[in-house]
């Protein structure tokens, strides 16, 4: 086995990965490095359990974020996209977003600039995590957000700039519409393209790993013409693409009495402030939930909430051949070099990332040992406060107890 490692390729479409694959990391800043320190030891630890010596990670550090700029002076430089785009999989701890002009969001520029459309998070409750609702465990969801287009695009004017003044007087003089005149403007832009790709990706997500339906969540009883139009649009590329795989939720109603035909994937719709309710109170009847970029932020972190929080969500961002995978919370700057944080969102992107990579037998190994840890009361402060004779540990304690339950 080459000591160096080698690239992760692809053709056509099927991934193709070494025995000793490659792998950019950013250690991320505020908590970043604490957490990265802990996650790598659990999961190379891992990696020679399961396979014992066969395969192995060359991990390779990526600048970006405070460390990059204090070191070059660049927030995000561009041999950290170059590598990304050569290497294929990358796993990130959390960024800071720049204080200032230039780039308003490392994470939003990452996923932009590298053509990340699809933000993947799994909800699912790891086994003693203290939860707000009564069944925890009936939550089972992987939320695909539209990455690239909505508000996120980015295309907005402050208030009483000269560019909203010309925009505010353009709708008024052109389609008779009057808008306050020191207000901030944004365009919320949804294509055909974008949404057939997204929805494409958990429709393929879905049919490969058995799940049993999708939710095209949207506010379209508003927002006609682009929510509207991205349910329209999901429900168009399920019927012309997928016929043989798909049925809507109207037909199994219609032509089979609410019983679903074998093997199908059922395609159904809600409106998005419904949702909310929906995952609190029947969360078992929904299984992917497929969004424009806004919705996706909110139900993503909203249904984490019933499993643990955030220190417990796991998250990737997807393109065509790169995935780049992250912890979905903040920096936690307060929390620096403490060592004190829970590290589970990074080892749980982790989890995701061996999926990805087909190494199931670390994902496997991974999630058994974080469960009994967690069964055992050996958590971080996150935790332990709401867990009676817990016992509290550091960062890498947790990460040390983690290890030993593998």
């Not at 219609?254 to 929906?278: C, E, H, T, W, Y």
């Amino acid at each position: 086995m080459n000591e160096f490692g080698n690239k992760i390729t692809f053709l056509n479409g099927k991934i193709n990965v070494p025995d000793n694959p490659i792998i950019p990391f950013i250690e991320g800043d505020g908590i970043g490095p604490d957490i990265w320190k802990a996650s790598v030891k659990v999961f190379n630890s891992a990696v020679l359990k399961a396979y014992g010596g066969t395969k192995k990670i060359i991990w390779k550090e990526l600048m970006v974020g405070e460390k990059a700029f204090k070191e070059i002076g660049e927030w995000l430089p561009q041999d950290c996209i170059d590598s990304i785009q050569e290497y294929k999989v990358a796993i990130k701890g959390p960024l800071t977003t720049p204080v200032g002009g230039g780039i308003r969001s490392l994470n939003v520029t990452l996923r932009q600039v590298l053509d990340l459309y699809a933000c993947v998070r799994p909800i699912k409750w790891i086994k003693g995590v203290p939860s707000p609702v009564k069944n925890p465990e009936n939550v089972d969801l992987i939320v695909f957000r539209e990455n690239t287009e909505d508000v996120y695009a980015g295309i907005e004017w402050e208030s009483s700039s000269e560019e909203s003044k010309r925009i505010i007087e353009f709708f008024k003089s052109n389609f008779k519409k009057n808008i306050r005149s020191n207000s901030g403007i944004g365009i919320k832009p949804i294509s055909p393209f974008g949404t057939k790709r997204i929805v494409k990706k958990s429709i393929d997500y879905a049919v490969n790993n058995s799940r049993e339906s999708i939710t095209l969540m949207h506010k379209g009883n508003i927002m006609k013409f682009t929510e509207g139009a991205f349910k329209d649009w999901g429900y168009e590329i399920a019927k012309d693409e997928y016929p043989e795989k798909t049925i809507s939720e109207d037909e199994v109603w219609n032509d089979f009495n609410g019983v679903v035909p074998n093997a199908k994937l059922v395609i159904k719709d809600r409106i998005a402030d419904s949702m909310f309710q929906q995952i609190l109170l029947r969360p078992s009847e929904y299984d992917v939930i497929t969004t424009p970029n806004l919705n996706g932020d909110y139900i993503s972190d909203a249904a984490a909430a019933q499993v643990g929080g955030l220190g417990m969500a796991p998250g990737a961002n997807m393109g065509d051949e790169i995935a780049l995978f992250e912890a979905t919370h903040g920096t936690a700057p307060k929390y620096a070099n403490l060592n004190k944080i829970n590290p589970s969102s990074v080892i749980l992107s982790g989890v995701m990332m061996f999926e990805y990579l087909e190494w199931d037998e670390v994902s496997e190994i991974i999630i058994n040992a974080m469960e009994k840890t967690i069964t055992q009361k050996k958590v971080t402060y996150d935790l332990a406060r709401q867990m009676e004779g817990s016992v509290k540990l550091s960062t890498s304690d947790y990460a040390e107890a983690i290890i030993s339950n593998l």
